[in-house]
T-cell receptor
Framework: GQNIDQPTEMTATEGAIVQINCTYQTSGFNGLFWYQQHAGEAPTFLSYNVLDGLEEKGRFSSFLSRSKGYSYLLLKELQMKDSASYLCAVMDSNYQLIWGAGTKLIIKP | GAVVSQHPSRVICKSGTSVKIECRSLDFQATTMFWYRQFPKQSLMLMATSNEGSKATYEQGVEKDKFLINHASLTLSTLTVTSAHPEDSSFYIC????????????FGAGTRLSVL
């Protein structure tokens, strides 16, 4: 079956760096997405990786290794507003998005 | 760019009534629109995928007669929850993908449905 694994919850300190990991097993691969979702709101698009390597976008970076079925989202200079759930999703060979359960990130002052 | 508008943001209704939720892509033409349901502290559950001018494709276990989807144009899709019951109470979210960037889904703000 298809599976996306990411930690349920993580805690980090304001100003620090945090890495949220995601491993996946899917039938085919057409890209990996990271979305941010604040409580009670819809997800917002953060990043899209289809080739191996690191994609940097401001304070957020996303890494992909297709051979290892692994990705991470790196958040630098954490701010209180970064407290949210971070969803990892993989697009399979049918162009269907398979969603992880999300990682709740708690930022402490 | 890539703004998706979803309306209404919140609905409270009596059991047995029907509720219509609209999803519009404001500044792009959406090849495909998606309807999701999300329960508290759970991930997104895809309900159906709709392409403009054709019938929606429903996921297994989703009743097509219960959740009617109409995708009348490249910028508008609607989800109607017919004869809503308390168990239909949930957070419904739509998303849309662009013609030229079909892999990325942009989400509406979501609709919180509470059926009394």
């Amino acid at each position: 079956g298809q599976n996306i694994d990411q930690p349920t919850e993580m805690t980090a300190t304001e100003g620090a760096i945090v890495q949220i990991n995601c491993t996946y097993q899917t039938s085919g691969f057409n890209g990996l997405f990271w979305y941010q979702q604040h409580a009670g709101e819809a997800p917002t698009f953060l990043s899209y990786n289809v080739l191996d390597g690191l994609e940097e976008k401001g304070r957020f970076s996303s890494f992909l290794s297709r051979s290892k079925g692994y990705s991470y989202l790196l958040l630098k200079e954490l701010q209180m507003k970064d407290s949210a759930s971070y969803l990892c999703a993989v697009m399979d060979s049918n162009y269907q998005l398979i969603w992880g359960a999300g990682t709740k990130l708690i930022i402490k002052p | 760019g890539a703004v998706v508008s979803q309306h209404p943001s919140r609905v409270i209704c009596k059991s047995g009534t029907s509720v219509k939720i609209e999803c519009r892509s404001l500044d792009f033409q959406a090849t495909t629109m998606f309807w999701y349901r999300q329960f508290p502290k759970q991930s997104l559950m895809l309900m159906a995928t709709s392409n403009e001018g054709s019938k929606a494709t429903y996921e297994q276990g989703v009743e097509k007669d219960k959740f009617l989807i109409n995708h009348a144009s490249l910028t508008l899709s609607t989800l109607t929850v017919t004869s809503a019951h308390p168990e239909d109470s949930s957070f419904y979210i739509c998303s849309a993908s662009m013609v030229l960037a079909k892999n990325i889904q942009y989400f509406g703000a979501g609709t919180r449905l509470s059926v009394l």
